[in-house]
Every structure is written in C-alpha cells, then in structure tokens.
C-alpha cells in the first residue's frame, strides 16, 4: 500500500526565511503528488500538482517543489515565509488513471510564522 | 463560479444514530469523492462516486455508504455511528478523464458523536 511520510508535524520559521516542507513516498512507480493547505476550519486548498511534465513545479503564493524520484521526494519549498502562509499543509500521493485516483495523504505540517 | 459546497457545517449526533452529509461538486465536475479527517489527522479516503457508482472504496466499514445523483451531487451515509466517527468530512470533486485533474476540496462537515 501506498504511503506518504511528512517529516516534522510542526515547522517554525521567522517571516522572510526559507520554508521547506518534507515529503517523502512510498512507491516503486512515481505516483501523482500534490500539496495543499488548510486553514483553521477550512478545507484543503490545492498548492501544485506533480503530473511528471517536470520535476520543478510552481505553485500558488510563491511556492514550489522538487520531485526527486531517487529520494522518492516531493519537498515544498518557499524562499520567503510571508505571516499568511501559517497554516497546515498536506503532501498526497494519488495512483490511478484520469481523475479516477484516491489520495493518501501524509499527516499534516503545522506551519506557524513568526513575526 | 461556485466551488464544492457541503452541508450542513456542523452537526451533532449521538452514539447509534445515523448521519446523512451532503455535497456539490464545483461546477462542470462529475466524479466525487469522500474524504475523513479526524482531529490532527490528514484526510483519509472513504470512496468515490462516478456515474452514480461507486468506483473506489477505502478501508471502512459498510456502515459507510452512498449516493450519487444525476446532477452530480452526492451523499454520504453512516449508519450506528460511534464516538470514532467524529471527526471532519471532506468531499471533493473532479472532471473524470485521461489527463490528471486535481480534486478540488469543500470546506467539510464538522461531525461530533456524544
């Protein structure tokens, strides 16, 4: 079964510093990965989308990430923490053909921004 | 342009009833699927719904269940709900076809079991 590690369950960052985000899965083929983000009592907000066009790929609100198939990674980075971005964020992996796929997502990174 | 709406936004049952939550998909979108997310948890597939079947199932009991209606929308039933039911109920909607859509989330149903 497919799994999805996001190392670090809270990350603290002072606003203007980098942001990364860990995500590692568990898979012999490279699924689809996707980020989101969920703010207090909201739903998941998609982030980007890894469709395997590239490997570096650009988000909403300045973010990116690097999908690295022989760490079997798919890190979220920002170059500059912004007080919005506080937040939790999410990394899935999907497998299935089209739009017919499930997510498994990992457990979530509290991102808290310090002023 | 609407997005996926749930309802209600909270609800509150106690332990044995049963629960009926509703969704509609974001405008254009035909596949619906089912997420729950209990607290500090990331969501977790229940199933998903296309052509008013169920396509896919996650691991839960049958005292989940659905519905998919020919305008989409769908419904979420849990049955003899216990205390482990509480938790946020996602539903998300997609287009179904041969490139990758991302499935786009409500805001949830908020369910509590007494």
């Known amino acids: 079964a497919q799994s999805v590690t996001q190392l670090g369950s809270h990350v603290s960052v002072s606003e203007g510093a980098l942001v990364l985000l860990r995500c590692n899965y568990s898979s012999s083929v490279p699924p689809y990965l996707f980020w989101y983000v969920q703010y207090p009592n909201q739903g998941l907000q998609l982030l980007l989308k890894y469709t395997s066009a590239a490997t570096l790929v650009k988000g909403i609100n300045g973010f990116e990430a690097e999908f690295k198939k022989s760490e079997t990674s798919f890190h979220l980075t920002k170059p500059s923490a912004h007080m919005s971005d506080a937040a939790e964020y999410f990394c899935?992996?999907?497998?299935?053909?089209?739009?017919?796929?499930?997510?498994?997502f990992g457990k979530g990174t509290l991102l808290t921004v310090n002023p | 342009d609407a997005g996926v709406t749930q309802s209600p936004t909270h609800l509150i049952k106690t332990r044995g009833q049963q629960v009926t939550l509703r969704c509609s998909p974001k405008?254009?979108?035909?596949?619906v699927s089912w997420y729950q997310q209990a607290l500090g948890q990331g969501p977790q597939f229940i199933f998903q719904y296309y052509e008013e079947e169920e396509r896919q199932r996650g691991n839960f009991p049958d005292r989940f269940s659905g519905h998919q209606f020919p305008n989409y929308s769908s419904e979420l039933n849990v049955n003899a709900l216990l205390l482990g039911d509480s938790a946020l109920y996602l539903c998300a909607s997609s287009l179904a076809g041969s490139s990758l859509q991302p499935q786009h989330f409500g805001d949830g149903t908020r369910l509590s079991i007494l």
């Open positions: 899935a992996a999907g497998r299935g053909g089209g739009s017919n796929y499930k997510l498994t």
């Open positions: 405008s254009g979108h035909d596949t």
